[in-house]
Every structure is written in structure tokens, then in C-alpha cells.
């Protein structure tokens, strides 16, 4: 899989809908965080258990931001997205 670092580790501003998707991803995993922290006995655990779903959410946004590529495409899903 090609792999362009300057767009994978730069700045990638989202457009309106990858905002959108981003907000449910980060509903969603407050959500199962709340879930975790309210029925999951304070102990090792519950932490690893916790930072998961921080990556999780992480590594989700990071793909939206992306429109799931490795490399800059000519013209992408989330480049027409932004021009409408």
C-alpha cells in the first residue's frame, strides 16, 4: 500500500460531513467510556479498557480525516466534499 507521510501525518482539514462522522464517533465512544467507567471495577483493567476505546476513536477520526487512504489522491471523496 503506497504511503504518502505529508499527507498522513500533516494537516488534513475536514469537511463539513467529516465533522459530522467525527462527532458520532467521539458520541459513541464518550458513550461506551461512560458504559465502562459506570459497570467496570476500578482496577488495571478498567484502564486498559478506557485508553482502547480513546484509541479507538482516535485511529476512527484519523481515518475520516483521511477518506480512509494512505496517499494523497488526485481527487478525493473529502476534496469534492469541500468544494460543495
Same mark, same amino acid.
Given at each position: 500500500m503506497p504511503y504518502d507521510p505529508e499527507f498522513v501525518i500533516g494537516f488534513n482539514a475536514p469537511n463539513p460531513k467529516q465533522i459530522a462522522a467525527m462527532a458520532n464517533v467521539r458520541t459513541a465512544a464518550i458513550e461506551?467510556? =461512560?458504559?465502562?467507567?459506570?459497570? &467496570?471495577? %476500578?482496577? @488495571? %483493567?478498567? &484502564? &486498559? @479498557?478506557?485508553? *482502547? &476505546?480513546? *484509541?479507538a476513536s482516535m485511529w476512527a477520526c484519523a481515518a475520516i480525516s483521511l477518506g480512509g487512504a494512505f496517499e494523497r489522491? @488526485? *481527487?478525493? *471523496?473529502? =476534496?469534492? %466534499? @469541500?468544494k460543495s
Open positions: 461506551f467510556s =461512560q458504559a465502562i467507567i459506570d459497570n &467496570v471495577p %476500578d482496577c @488495571a %483493567d478498567r &484502564v &486498559v @479498557a478506557l485508553r *482502547e &476505546v480513546r *484509541e489522491p @488526485a *481527487e478525493h *471523496e473529502y =476534496q469534492k %466534499d @469541500a
